[in-house]
């Protein structure tokens, strides 16, 4: 069993940055496949990036060249840095950690409960 507790969302203005934090408990923190996700209001949850275990990393082009996913396996702890952000970077951010993960929802395992990010215009 995995819990994942998020922290760092907000509210920032257009242009401007943040960093997310994904902690873990549990076992084996550094095996799991880790992914963010996020939910605009009234839309789909959608694929933000991902971070396997080896180290590589997978983008959504919407946030390719901005956003940048890292893991801490010492600190069980996984991040979000999120630059150049835009309005439509507004949503519920969550991550999620997997045995064999990949870009969907359902190759994750668990999920924590996610943060708001609000950027204005």
């Known amino acids: 069993q995995v819990q994942l507790v998020e922290s760092g969302g907000g509210l920032v203005q257009a242009g401007g940055s943040l960093r997310l934090s994904c902690a873990a408990s549990g076992r084996s923190f550094s095996s799991y496949v880790m992914g963010w996700f996020r939910q605009a209001p009234g839309k789909e949850r959608e694929f933000v990036a991902a971070i396997w275990r080896s180290g590589s990393t997978y983008y959504a082009e919407s946030v390719k060249g901005r956003f940048t996913i890292s893991r801490a396996n010492a600190k069980n702890t996984v991040y979000l840095q999120m630059n150049s952000l835009k309005p439509e970077d507004t949503a519920v951010y969550s991550c999620?950690?997997?045995?064999?993960?990949?870009?969907?929802?359902?190759?994750?395992?668990?999920w924590g409960q996610g943060t708001q990010v609000t950027v204005s215009s």
């Open positions: 999620a950690a997997a045995r064999i993960g990949g870009t969907r929802e359902a190759e994750y395992d668990y």
